[in-house]
């Protein structure tokens, strides 16, 4: 079953621009993931947020977490060509291994 | 250090034959995940093992798919009597233990044809 489903399927936007991709889940969690999947570099880790976490910064990227409405935001700020890639949330579900992942927003940065 | 690896990078086998993915965790990582991804989705879980044993074989799609993992290092990804709907890229990832408060790392996959 899918647990995080990423909004939009697809985004395209211009070199410098802000990109937000939403992530919304189901279930209680302790953990959510953000990955980025290129076909340089394959499958990448960005940043993890726990529950009991709001937000969480990490150079250009900003992830919020709202656990009320079971959905979670990244923010690329001043995007570049190589943002270019597909980001995937993949959340636990409480007290279990596996991560659910979503099928994915695909970014292209246009420049 | 050296990251996940994972052999052969692609794979074009006929309808039937069977094939064996391989993959090379980072040392000293427990946990061991195998998905699979077709092309523009998401990762599809097949199988997770921590240590050597395989508390979850849940995502296999079928009992052609087996696995096994020796040393509590190299992992074999078994399919027998290939369909072409196995036809996908076969992730492998290590993860330092097996929860999700830990990241997971990739290898580059198998890209698995079948003709």
């Known amino acids: 079953s899918q647990q995080g489903e990423e909004d939009p399927q697809a985004l395209s936007i211009q070199e410098g621009e802000n990109a937000t991709m939403n992530c919304s889940y189901k279930?209680?969690?302790?953990?959510l993931q953000w990955y980025r999947q290129n076909s340089g570099r394959g499958l990448v880790h960005l940043i993890l947020i726990r529950s009991n976490e709001r937000e969480k910064h990490s150079g250009r990227l900003r992830v919020t977490l709202d656990t009320s409405k079971k959905s979670s935001s990244l923010l690329i700020t001043a995007s570049r060509a190589a943002d270019t890639a597909s980001y995937f949330c993949?959340?636990?579900?409480?007290?279990?291994?596996?991560?659910?992942w979503g099928a994915g927003t695909k970014l292209i940065i246009k420049p | 250090g050296a990251g996940v690896s994972q052999s052969p990078s692609n794979k074009v086998t006929e309808k039937g034959k069977d094939v064996e993915l391989r993959c090379d965790p980072i040392s000293g990582h427990t946990a061991l995940y195998w998905y699979r991804q077709s092309l523009g989705q998401g990762l599809e879980f097949l199988i997770y093992f921590q240590g050597n044993s395989a508390p979850d074989k849940s995502g296999l799609p079928s009992d052609r798919f087996s696995a096994e993992r020796t040393g509590g290092s190299v992992s074999t990804l078994t399919i027998q009597r290939t369909q072409q709907e196995d036809s996908a890229v076969y992730l492998c990832a290590s993860s330092f233990t097996g929860t999700g408060s830990y990241e997971q790392y990739f290898g580059p996959g198998t890209r698995l044809t079948v003709t």
């Open positions: 279930t209680s969690i302790n953990n």
């Open positions: 993949a959340t636990d579900m409480d007290s279990n291994y596996q991560l659910i």
